[in-house]
């Protein structure tokens, strides 16, 4: 059983950055970050194989990175240029298991999820 833990959510003015961090109890080949609004579904945002390969949402390309530290199993989102429409619970998704190298966006392609950070943007 894999263990998510995020980290980094809060509050933000519009414009501003936010890093969110996502640590893995053990080694995970694909991971992701999806987020959901009240009232909304749970939406993809990026998502990365190993260190190397990553995919985005249109809505945040350009403004947001997603990057891996294998040494620490570590993922991140780096998030610039927020806007309120980015406010959400931001959840970490990993797949242990190689597939393939495509980093996906599909819900149901990741095993595990973590708890959630809230990242609040402020118009």
């Known amino acids: 059983q894999v263990r998510l833990m995020e980290s980094g959510g809060g509050s933000v003015q519009t414009g501003g950055s936010r890093r969110l961090s996502c640590v893995a109890s053990?080694?995970?080949?694909?991971m992701a970050w999806f987020r959901q609004a009240p009232g909304k579904e749970r939406e993809a945002v990026a998502s990365?194989?190993?260190?190397?390969?990553?995919n985005y949402v249109d809505s945040v390309k350009g403004r947001f990175t997603v990057s891996k530290d294998e040494a620490k199993n570590t993922l991140y989102l780096q998030m610039n240029s927020l806007k309120p429409d980015d406010t959400a619970m931001y959840y970490c998704?990993?797949?242990?298991?190689?597939?393939?190298?495509?980093?996906?966006?599909?819900?149901?392609?990741?095993?595990?999820w973590g708890q959630g950070t809230q990242v609040t943007v402020a118009s």
């Open positions: 998704a990993a797949r242990v298991e190689f597939t393939d190298w495509t980093p996906t966006l599909l819900k149901y392609e990741y095993t595990y």
């Open positions: 053990e080694y995970t080949y694909k």
């Open positions: 990365i194989v190993r260190d190397v390969v990553t």
